[in-house]
Nanobody, 124 residues
């Protein structure tokens, strides 16, 4: 059974930083991509970043490019999202996810496993 558990969310002032972690348990050897998505109140879930599980190549939404960094530590089965220069519009519930098939890494519906989410609030 695959489980994803996020941590690291919280309240931060604009311009500050947070690092989210996502610990993955289960058969991670079959994963192709891992990603972070976010959902703000009243808005649809949106793609934030994704990383190839084996090779480490990363992709980002334009809204976070240059400010957020996704990484993974395969030895610890952990995915990270380093968030710098945070803005109030980054406020959302952030969820990590994993998928077994390559491609379409920015589409939430293609992911097989999800964490419960962690709240990030950025004050102005």
């Amino acid at each position: 059974q695959v489980q994803l558990v996020e941590s690291g969310g919280g309240l931060v002032q604009a311009g500050g930083s947070l690092r989210l972690s996502c610990v993955v348990s289960g058969r991670t050897s079959s994963f192709y991509h891992a990603g972070w998505f976010r959902q703000a109140p009243g808005k649809e879930r949106e793609f934030v970043a994704a990383i190839n599980w084996s090779g480490g190549s990363a992709s980002y939404a334009d809204s976070v490019k240059g400010r957020f960094t996704i990484s993974r530590d395969n030895a610890k089965n952990t995915i990270y999202l380093q968030m710098d220069s945070l803005k109030p519009e980054d406020t959302a519930v952030y969820s990590c996810a994993a998928k077994r098939v390559g491609g379409n890494y920015d589409y939430a519906t293609t992911y097989d496993y999800w964490g419960q989410g962690t709240q990030v609030t950025v004050s102005s």
